[in-house]
Structure formats: C-alpha cells, structure tokens
C-alpha cells in the first residue's frame, strides 16, 4: 500500500508538472521542468524509491493482453516522421492554394470541405496521419488568405479524432480496445458505426453554431504562389507526394493483406529516409544559408517531436506499475452496472476525463486491463472516451502534444487555455450524442 500511495504522489506531480511545466531556479540559474525532464525526473524516482524495479520499463513497453506500447510508439513517431518529410518538400503549400482556389472564394464551402476530407481521410489513415498533414495545409491557407486559422485548425483536429472511430486503423487507442476484445476489423466497424455517426453529427452541429460568425463569407487568397519558389526540388516533391500516397493505400488495406500498421510505418520510414538522404544536398543548398550536405536531411528528423518520448515511456511505466499493485483491478470492481445506458455514460466520460491526466493510449491500456471481461458496452465506451478525451485538453492525446509543438513552429500559440475554451462545448455534447449511440448500437446490433 506505501508503495501505491508512493507511486500515486509521483504520478500526479507529474501530470502537474507536464501540464504547468514549472520553473525551478538552483544557484542562479533557472531550470524549466517541460514534459520531457519532468518525465525523466518522475522516472528517477520511481526507481530510486524502489516502487519500481528496472526491468518493468522494459516490461511496460512489451506485449500485454494482445496490446504491444512499443508497436504504438513506433506508428507515433514513425508517422510523425513521414508527414514532416511530406511538408519538408513544399507539396502541401502548394495543395493548401489549390485547396484554397477550389472553395471559389465561399468561407463556408471551404470550412466543411476541409472538414470533409479530413473526416474521410482518417478514416482510412489515422487521425494522427491526417492532423499532421493537414495542419500545414491549414495554415499556409490562412496565410495566403488572410483568415483566422483557428476555427478551421480546431475543427479539422477535433474531427480526426472523432471520424477515427469508424475503424479500428483510425486511432491506435482503438487496436488496443479491439485487440482486449478480439474484435475483428469488421465486427468491431459494425459496432462503432452509430457511435461514430453520432459522434460526428453532433460534432459538425457544435462547431457551426461555436464558429458561425467567425467562419468569412468571402475568402480569398491574398498572396500568389510561387511554385518554383515553394517547391525546391520538383522531382523531390512528386517523389515524396506519390510515396505519401502509397503509404496511404497501404494503411488503408495493410488489414486486408496481413500487414500490420507498425510494420507499415516502418517501410515507409525507410523509404522516406533514403529519399531525404539522396536530395539532401539539393534541398540543403536551397533551403539553408550555411549548410554541408546532410543539413536538410538532420532538419527533418529534428523536427519530430521527440521531447515527447520521454513522457509517453514514463506513463506507460505508470499503467504497468499500477497493475503491479493492484490499483487496475480495483478500479475495475468500481465499474459494475446493469444498465447499457448508465454503463455507456459513466464509462464514456471517466475514461474522457482519464485521458486527460494519463494521455489516452497509457490510460486504454490501463482501462483494458481493468474492463477485458466485462460486457461489450464497456468497450465500446472506452474506444469513445479514449478517442473524444483527445479533444479536452492537449494532454488528452499524443496527437495534441505534437501538434501543439508543431504550430509553434509556424508562429501559433497553442495552450491548454485556448484549447479547451475552443473544444469543451463541442466536447460534452460529442460524449452525449455517442454514449447514445453506443446505448442503440448494444440494444439493436449486439
């Protein structure tokens, strides 16, 4: 029991830590504690206390229940990768001014056909995919334009991870929930189908009335394109758009042909590697002042965000330590309703509202482990609040993290404030309309 009151301390002055990123100052310099040394600090201290034994990180990151973190880490980081490849090469500002051209000058047009393709792209990718392509796009738009890029970038964010839980390719936070309950691809899309619907309808409902008088009526583009300007390496960009495009396929059918996602994401890791690495002295010299050979190549990796990383392993190592000391089952004996409509509203939100303190796919797997056993209801909450969590706060998934980090690269403030005065109406009526939805579905389906 010290031991579990010990390892509860560690974990909550961590997720303060990840969210408020304090500064501490020793002697006369000042030392800000951002996500990854505080993740690394926590880390220290659960092995220095000696809750923690040091083969549980390695054990944490390995198979359980048919769930496997490190697979999850590699499709993170791995796809993380492949989209800031894609970006590197200046196609997508030249697909955001046509995107951009197509809406013919109407806001809203242009306001749902994003919306649109980014719903259907994720669908067939996954939502961590289509936030990290489809934010560029984004801002370039708003920068040829001249409009508010927030609306759109909350909509399209919110709506990757809301059209993820159509199929289980669509957010890894689903493979685990399908995995825990050996849901096959098409059972578990029969399943999900009304959730998802209700999900969306209430989504795109809540977003216009939100962002009614905000969306222009008039949009159009400002600045002129110079493509010879964006794209430095033409052969380059065609290269990365037609392999990003083979990657695409691939996911969407990686289920039919036996390929698993991470190995996927792999293949196309190395295709994306040899591709920067060859062009990496031309699009060295054309997109830096003071490079060698290798500069364009080093750039693109250092802009995955791998600060990240340290934080993801440590909440992983918290789930397996919470399992270790009894605090899973325990909190699976809380979760022991009769009623589908009571157990889909309960779960649904305690796990929402849990992904915003451990990260959604640390708190699916420890919620996996506590719920594997009981009635599909529970399950399809979880896959719900794990996906729709995402959209709370910027803890609430990895793709928030990231992206946050990324619109930052581009000049774009993104805190927690922000997010959640944007994304919590939408929220609460999202969970509503799917806990819903996951009450027909169990009633009329299962």
Request: aromatic share 16%; charged share 10%.
């Amino acid at each position: 029991m010290v031991d579990l009151v010990i390892t509860l301390n560690i974990f909550f002055a961590t997720v303060y830590a990840t969210i408020k990123e304090p500064k501490i100052k020793v002697k006369n310099a000042v030392i800000s504690l951002d996500q990854a040394k505080s993740s690394l600090l926590a880390l220290i201290l659960l092995i220095a206390t000696g809750v923690v034994p040091l083969t549980l990180i390695r054990t944490s990151l390995m198979k359980q229940l048919n769930i496997v973190p490190w697979q999850i880490l590699v499709i993170f980081f791995g796809s993380a990768y492949i989209c800031t490849s894609l970006d590197a090469s200046g196609l997508l500002k030249v697909i955001a001014y046509k995107f951009l051209s197509l809406s013919k000058g109407d806001g809203k047009k242009l306001f749902f056909n994003t919306i649109l393709l980014a719903g259907i792209m994720t669908m067939f990718t996954s939502n961590d995919i289509v936030t990290l392509t489809l934010t560029p796009i984004i801002v370039y738009m708003s920068q040829y334009s001249g409009m508010d890029p927030i609306p759109l970038l909350i909509s399209v964010f919110f709506t990757s991870n809301t059209w993820s839980m159509f199929f289980y390719i669509g957010n890894p936070t689903n493979v685990i929930v399908a995995q825990a309950y050996s849901f096959s691809f098409f059972e578990y899309a029969r399943l999900m189908f009304i959730p998802t619907i209700a999900a969306i309808a209430a989504s795109l409902v809540g977003f216009y009335v939100q962002y009614r008088k905000k969306i222009p009526q008039r949009v159009e583009a400002r600045l002129e394109l110079d493509i010879d300007e964006a794209l430095k390496s033409k052969l380059y960009a065609w290269l990365s758009g037609l392999t990003f495009c083979a990657f695409f396929v691939t996911v969407s059918i990686g289920d039919f042909i036996g390929l698993p996602l991470w190995k996927a994401v792999v293949l196309y890791c190395a295709i994306y590697a040899l591709l920067n690495l060859a062009f990496s002295g031309k699009m060295s010299k054309a997109n830096f002042e003071d490079s060698h050979s290798l500069s364009f190549f080093i750039d693109v990796f250092k802009r995955v965000p791998w600060k990240i990383l340290p934080m993801i392993i440590t909440f992983f190592v918290f789930v397996q330590t919470f399992s270790m000391y009894g605090l899973t089952d325990l909190v699976g004996k809380l979760f022991n309703f009769r009623n589908d409509l009571l157990t889909s509203f309960f779960t649904t939100y305690v796990t929402a509202f849990a992904a915003n303190i451990m990260i959604n796919q640390p708190m699916t797997i420890f919620f996996a482990h506590a719920l594997w056993q009981k009635p599909i209801s529970y399950a399809l909450s979880l896959v719900v609040g794990s996906n729709i969590g995402g959209n709370i706060t910027l803890i609430g998934a990895l793709a928030g993290m990231m992206w946050s980090r990324i619109l930052k690269n581009y000049g774009i403030e993104m805190n927690n404030v922000r997010f959640i005065k944007n994304t919590f109406f939408v929220a609460m009526l999202t969970l509503i309309a799917s806990s819903f939805g996951i009450w027909i579905s169990v009633r009329f389906l299962h």
